[in-house]
């Protein structure tokens, strides 16, 4: 496992995390684009890591939570 996949995964916690704090803290709206980005891009890196160590479950969550946020970046853009 290289650095750069630990650096991926790692980013990926901490974006879903600050994504939920900023919301949870009222610092953010969740219809932002900041917000939804965090999300994807935080489920991304969790993706990566996750089937690069064959860890299956948290790779289909973050799948999923990576669509969704997608599907509402798209729905702030149109």
């Given at each position: 496992m ?8 790692w ?5 879903i ?10 610092f ?16 991304a ?18 799948i ?15």
């Amino acid at each position: 496992m290289s650095l750069l996949d630990e650096i991926i995964g790692w980013y990926g916690t901490f974006a879903i995390v600050l994504s939920y704090a900023l919301v949870s803290f009222n610092f953010l709206s969740s219809s932002t684009i900041l917000y939804q980005t965090l999300n994807f891009t935080g489920a991304a890196g969790i993706v990566y890591i996750s089937l690069k160590k064959k860890a299956y479950q948290p790779g289909v969550l973050n799948i999923i939570w990576a669509v969704i946020a997608l599907i509402a970046i798209i729905k702030l853009l149109i």
